[in-house]
């Protein structure tokens, strides 16, 4: 069987943070890694070959060439292959875009590879992006089925049984092959990768793809252009000031002081 | 497809019971301003086993008309069908604007319509307007953790798409009324869903509601352990509050994803928001941030919590939560 995993580079967003002089993103200095939600997409790929080592794992990552990085450490942990989808021609893409661009690079790595991917895992989203849009998207321009918010999956009587998230809970969807996962936060983390593959995927080949390798794609559908959504302007929340501070005294003067608020305004009416 | 209309849709998501989820309920209050200034109708649109219980509501909630699938094909949300019929419904009416709640099904069910109608989607707005000179929705949402807004447009596709986060919005008054409804007919054959359910494991007699509690009183990383959220439930308890949690919380494993506040968890509005070992990370504040009055207890004097917060005390929430909830006793006790 043949699993491809989307990944995609991002910036550490937990490192960014807010220039206060000119109320802009400071992205200097902030390191480049792999969208962790893909990181999880890639353990799951992974734990379906531990049990069965005729499972061969692709990476597919749409970037700039230093988006090579992202796809280095998928090889070091657990994929097998890489290919890197670049090309100004695929830039400033939104959802839509992307989701058909690589739909089609799928297709090409499918013809050039002789194979069929059974199953295409994504993360649920990016974290800088938090659209969670590319991978339903993906699932149909390929008309495949989908199942979304995935933590767990296991192959079983040639179904994929996944356990996933609900507002109410988890619940276990079978689906038949080819389909399309997206994975969130399981509890436990992804593997690391041992010194051996690590040293190994220096020297692996990453495949590359540009806008002429596939075959009879819709330029007007691609790149900023071809995107029906587009950005319009940026700004930072503004947040608001803080207010009483009790910092220091015994808590009862403070206690006391927010009991009787909370009471005034009527919040806390009763209390069992 | 037919004449195109200048309608505003809201998607009224139900449950299996065809009871309408808040989210659709609250879409109506910002549709109605925005379908206003469209010069359109606001329309609800319910998929359901049953829709009468939820086009009912949508009525109720000040939807112009309402549109419905019904079957036994859709008493349980699925990818499949509920895409072929919410993409028939939009080739047949052509809506300007469609708007989805950003739940778990919306999101699935959201970026599936859009690609297979072709137009462009937003995700997880937090705030909508619209652009005097064109027309266009303007769809406001958070990106980077909630670091910055993005204002995005949809100018050349129809109709343009957003889901929208639940609990930004306040439900519209209840007024009862006759509404419009049109049931229209879609069968999906059941054959071709192409998942199953094979098991619901939901969570054991916990039902958490965050986006339509009053006071909130959240835990985080400064709880220090699981048994911390016993304080907090127990504090809750008492004033009648609902339980939230950081996502630091929530990946430590001491309580459940469904607590959740944050750009990854759920977005509230509560009177009041009481957040306790709380350090105040961004994606947190972007879930929160509009509550009407934040108190922060944190053990941190320099906690970035205390900088958003109305009310804040420094001290050890296993201390301060005790002390507040007798002063609340005796006050009440007059």
Redesign the interface.
Known sequence: MNILVCVKQV?N??E???DPETNT?IREGVESIVNPYDGYALEAAARLKDKNKAIKIYALCMGPSQAEAALRECLSTSADEAYLASDKFFAGS???AT?YILSECIKKIESLEGIRFDMIFCGKQA???????????I???LDY?????GLTCEIKDGEL?VLK????????????FP?VVTFT?P?FEPRLASAKRKFAAKKMEIKRIGVTDLDGIDRAKIGLKG???????????Q??????????GP??V??????????D?T??K??? | MGMATKDLWVFIETRPDGTPKNVGLELLNPGRRLADAQGGKLVGVVIAGDASIAAKAAGDHGADCVITIAGPEYKHYS??AY?AAFTYLIKKYDPLTVMIGA??NG??L???V???V???????CTELSIDENTGSI??T?????????????????RPQMGTIRPGVFKKPALAARDVDVVKERFCFDAKNI??????????AGEKVDLEGA??IVTGGRGLGEARGFEVIRKFA????AEVGASRAAV?E?WIT??HQVG?TGKAVSP??YIACGVSG?TQH??GM?SSE?I?AINKD?NAWI??????????DLY??LP??????????AR
């Open positions: 910036p967003t937990q960014i943070s807010i993103l939104d959802t839509l989701s974290i800088d992006g938090d659209t969670a849009q590319v991978g339903p998207q699932a149909e321009c089925p989908q199942i979304t918010y049984h998230e609900t507002e109410e809970g988890k619940e276990i969807l079978a689906v038949s389909c936060k509890n995107s029906p959504t587009q950005v319009r302007k940026t700004y930072v929340p947040v608001k000031k803080g207010g009483t501070v009790f910092r220091d808590p009862e403070a206690a006391a002081k927010l009991a009787k608020l909370l009471v305004n919040v806390v009763d209390i069992e | 990818t499949d895409t739940t778990t999101r699935d959201a970026p599936r859009s690609c297979r072709g137009t462009g989607l937003t995700a997880d303007a769809w949402r958070p990106a980077f953790g909630g670091n910055i807004m993005a204002v995005i447009f949809c100018a050349q596709h192409r998942t199953r359910i094979v098991e619901v494991l939901a969570h009053e006071i308890k008492a004033i009648g990946e494993g994803h469904a750009q009177k009041v990370a504040v972007a941030s009055t108190i004097p205390f900088s958003i917060a109305d009310y804040g005390i420094v001290g201390e301060v002390v507040l909830e007798k002063e609340l006793r005796s006050i009440l």
